[in-house]
């Protein structure tokens, strides 16, 4: 644990924020799928809509995880910055009380990006003191 960085915590974060993600979409997908099967259309469109976002939303945000720990290692913000957007649109497909897992993924995902952030704001703010 003597070499866990803020970029390893992230990508676990990430990774749990990701898989969160997509179980409240799955979750919200089985209700729909009640919800078809009880004879509640508009329910079912609804929960069908929101879980087809959350898996989109989980996806991306397990993607962008995976890419922050491997392809994009030298950049970053740019992961950093995609996980905090990913989190916020999961924020704004819930609606603040739907799914308490996409919740909880949410938050991992906002705090992975924020993790992924450190470094380089960290570095920037080196530069600027020595700069002047």
């Given amino acids: 644990m003597e070499s866990f960085t803020e ?12 898989a969160l993600i997509m179980v409240g979409g799955a979750v919200a997908s089985a209700f729909g799928v009640a919800d078809a099967v009880l004879g509640h259309p508009f329910g ?15 996806g991306l945000v397990l993607l ?8 994009w290692n030298t950049r970053p913000v740019a992961s950093g910055v995609l996980l905090v957007i990913l989190a916020v649109i999961a924020w704004g497909v819930l ?7 996409a919740l909880l993924g949410g938050i991992f995902a906002l705090l992975a990006g924020a993790l992924y952030l450190i470094e380089p704001t960290a570095r920037a703010a080196r530069m600027l ?4």
């Avoid at 079912?44 to 989980?58: F, P, T």
């Avoid at 962008?64 to 392809?71: A, Q, R």
């Avoid at 003191?129 to 002047?132: F, K, P």
């Fill in 129 to 132: 003191a020595t700069t002047g």
């Fill in 64 to 71: 962008f995880t995976y890419l922050g720990e491997h392809e």
């Fill in 95 to 101: 609606t603040l009380g739907s799914s308490v897992l």
């Fill in 44 to 58: 079912a469109m609804n929960a069908l809509g929101e879980a087809v976002v959350l898996l989109v939303v989980g």
């Fill in 7 to 18: 970029r390893a915590l992230g990508h676990l974060f990430g990774l749990i924020g990701g």
